[in-house]
């Protein structure tokens, strides 16, 4: 079993930063991958990175490739999502998802557990 928490959410301007914050639990949490998924109303949970257990490899969705940058550190069991140049379009729930072995990343079905979302709202 693995628990994950997200945090770091918030109200933003245009053109602000935020920092997203993974916080994993339970067994053998370094085995997983780690993905982010954002679901604005009306939309479907889409895809928008994800990061390798080791740390090595690293996946983003072309919407926010440049801006968001997706780091973890395992001795601290915790997956980092930096987003710089917020945009309106970045107005979500954003979760994490924990994934042994992934075809797809972007993949919701793909992966075995979800924390319970933070909002982020980037508005003036």
């Known amino acids: 079993q693995v628990q994950l928490v997200e945090s770091g959410g918030g109200l933003v301007r245009p053109g602000g930063s935020l920092r997203l914050t993974c916080a994993a639990s339970g067994s053998s949490v370094d085995e997983y991958a780690i993905g982010w998924f954002r679901q604005a109303p009306g939309k479907e949970r889409e895809g928008v990175s994800c990061?390798?257990?080791?740390?090595?490899?690293?996946y983003y969705a072309d919407s926010v490739k440049g801006r968001f940058t997706i780091s973890r550190d395992n001795t601290k069991n915790t997956v980092y999502l930096q987003m710089n140049s917020l945009k309106p379009e970045d107005t979500a729930v954003y979760y994490c998802?924990?994934?042994?072995?992934?075809?797809?990343?972007?993949?919701?079905?793909?992966?075995?557990?979800w924390g319970q979302g933070t909002q982020v709202t980037v508005s003036s």
């Open positions: 990061i390798t257990d080791t740390g090595h490899g690293t």
């Open positions: 998802g924990a994934v042994s072995l992934f075809d797809d990343w972007s993949d919701t079905n793909e992966y075995d557990y």
